[in-house]
């Protein structure tokens, strides 16, 4: 048996094939856990299954140091390694290829901003590049900047920090946080 929760919204569908397939087919990744047991199922006993599931992705939240500037409409974050689509018995990416998520900046003109997204990995640990660029509303790329060697965790926030808005950016550099926020616990 394996259990799978998500999280998905418009544009993102969740697509279950098998215990062995699972994707988010559009745009973004999000907070996925699952849970795998053996069961035995016969006609004669009921069977009452007890399940905690684990968060099975990483998440990636890229933060300014610098003010948004007003032509800035879009964070993209490409991966070059990970994946939308895992194994739900392993909960580890099938795909290793990599992908691009663009994500809304809602920050004011002048104030710093935050960018996140999720994405499932190969291996319970990886390094992964990343590149970290801002888009104007047409989708032309104002800034870019490449970070080697991301360390990724299941079940863990990688946070990377640096200028993204101003000149400095072209020779700035990134700070990496991988502490994840207390888990939080539930039963049903």
């Known amino acids: 048996m394996a259990v799978v929760a998500y999280t998905t919204?418009?544009?993102?569908?969740?697509?279950?094939?098998?215990?062995?397939?699972?994707?988010f087919t559009g745009?973004?990744?999000y907070e996925t856990f699952t849970y795998t047991q053996a069961v035995n199922i016969s006609n004669t006993v009921a069977v009452d299954i007890s399940a905690t599931l684990s968060?099975?992705?990483?998440?990636?939240?890229?933060?300014?140091s610098d003010g948004k500037t007003a032509n800035v409409s879009n964070v993209r974050m490409t991966f070059f390694a990970g994946g939308k689509n895992f194994i739900p018995t392993t909960g580890l990416a099938i795909n290793n290829t990599g992908f691009a998520n663009t994500?809304?900046?809602s920050a004011s003109v002048g104030?710093?901003?935050?960018?996140?997204?999720?994405?499932?990995?190969?291996?319970?640990?990886?390094?992964?590049?990343?590149t970290i660029e801002t888009l104007d509303?047409?989708?032309?790329?104002?800034?870019?900047k490449t970070v080697e060697n991301v360390p990724?965790?299941?079940?863990?926030k990688t946070i990377l920090i640096g200028a993204m808005y101003?000149?400095?950016?072209?020779?700035?550099?990134?700070?990496?946080?991988?502490a994840w926020l207390t888990d939080q616990n539930g039963s049903f």
């Open 9 to 23: 919204k418009d544009g993102s569908p969740f697509v279950l094939t098998s215990p062995t397939e699972a994707a």
């Open 27 to 29: 745009d973004h990744v």
């Open 55 to 64: 968060r099975i992705v990483s998440m990636l939240t890229v933060k300014s």
């Open 103 to 105: 994500v809304g900046n």
């Open 111 to 130: 104030a710093t901003s935050t960018s996140s997204t999720c994405l499932f990995l190969a291996t319970d640990e990886q390094d992964i590049d990343v």
């Open 137 to 144: 509303a047409d989708g032309a790329v104002l800034f870019s």
């Open 152 to 156: 990724f965790k299941r079940n863990r």
């Open 166 to 178: 101003t000149n400095e950016a072209l020779s700035g550099t990134f700070q990496v946080e991988t």
